[in-house]
């Protein structure tokens, strides 16, 4: 089991009226990122899994991954293409041992 705290970020808000994008938000984001090709059905069930991990998780506690399930989050994260470039998503990623 991994451990991260989910942090705030002083990011703009993913949507309009929203606060700043936690770590979990930024997990969530990197989970919609298509990887090549598209999204096989074993490859929705392994990003829900990361998605149901995080529902419940607020700013300040603790995001708890199952070590397969951080392995494929580490994998996510290091794929995702980016708008802009920031070291607060250097932070989160450095985070998950990126």
Request: charged share 30%; hydrophobic share 40%.
């Amino acid at each position: 089991m991994k451990e991260i705290t989910n942090r705030t970020t002083s990011l703009p808000p993913l949507k309009a009226g929203e606060s700043p994008p936690t770590y979990a938000d930024l997990l969530r984001t990197s989970l919609d990122f298509p990887p090549p090709g598209g999204f096989t059905l074993e490859e929705m069930r392994k990003r829900c899994r990361i998605d149901n991990a995080l529902a419940n998780v607020k700013p300040g506690e603790t995001i708890k991954l199952e070590d397969a399930d951080y392995a494929v989050a580490q994998e996510i994260i290091r794929a995702a293409r980016w708008n802009g470039r920031s070291s607060e998503v250097l932070a989160f990623a450095e985070a998950f041992g990126l």
